[in-house]
T-cell receptor
């Protein structure tokens, strides 16, 4: 079955810097990959979706890349702010066209 | 506000009991997903329904069951509860069955004592 890894359990960066989070998967390449944000005790919030034929997607200060050769997605937050502190989750289909499962998440802390 | 409503927000019950968690999806969404998140654990996919029919099953225990009704709301039934079932249970909905751009409710926090 598909295994999803996210680069680190926790990441601390200084305010104003760019945070880069990694999502790696092991088996087949999914048709799309999603990134969500989760604050403690709250439900995940959808941020971005990138499809297999897209190399990059942007939304305001967020950027996602998708490399099917490396089986990896990178999630960037530029000009990071303390309000960006949260757990970021990548999610991809369980199997082609199927519903989705989440990676373990990376807890990002942006320090003022 | 995601548009997904889960009730109740909190539930405290004793071991061995049975509870029902309810989810109303966003208007127009046909897919409903249930996830379990234990303390400091990741989101574990339980089950998915699409337009009333079961579409996929994850790591759902036999003591747990779910259904989606004609009005598209869904219920997750947890029986013979154990201490280890204490967790946040999230419902999510999406327009299609592929799970793109899902919207999550605020969760039901279940505590089994």
């Amino acid at each position: 079955s598909q295994k999803i890894e996210q680069n680190s359990e926790a990441l601390n960066i200084q305010e104003g810097k760019t945070a880069t989070l990694t999502c790696n998967y092991t088996n087949y390449s999914p048709a799309y990959l999603q990134w969500y944000r989760q604050d403690p005790g709250r439900g995940p919030v959808f941020l971005l979706l990138i499809r297999e034929n897209e190399k990059e997607k942007r939304k305001e200060r967020l950027k996602v890349t998708f490399d099917t050769t490396l089986k990896q997605s990178l999630f960037h937050i530029t000009a990071s702010q303390p309000a960006d502190s949260a757990t970021y989750l990548c999610a991809l289909p369980l199997s082609y066209g199927q519903n989705f499962v989440f990676g373990p998440g990376t807890r990002l802390s942006v320090l003022p | 506000d995601s548009g997904v409503t889960q009730t109740p927000k909190h539930l405290i019950t004793a071991t061995g009991q049975r509870v029902t968690l309810r989810c109303s999806p966003r208007s127009g969404d046909l897919s409903v997903y249930w996830y379990q998140q234990s303390l400091d654990q990741g989101l574990q996919f339980l089950i998915q329904y699409y337009n009333g029919e079961e579409r996929a099953k994850g790591n759902i225990l036999e003591r747990f069951s779910a259904q989606q009704f004609p009005d598209l709301h869904s219920e997750l039934n947890l029986s013979s509860l154990e201490l280890g079932d204490s967790a946040l249970y999230f419902c999510a909905s999406s327009v299609e069955q592929k799970g793109e751009k899902a919207f999550f409710g605020q969760g039901t926090r279940l505590t089994v004592v």
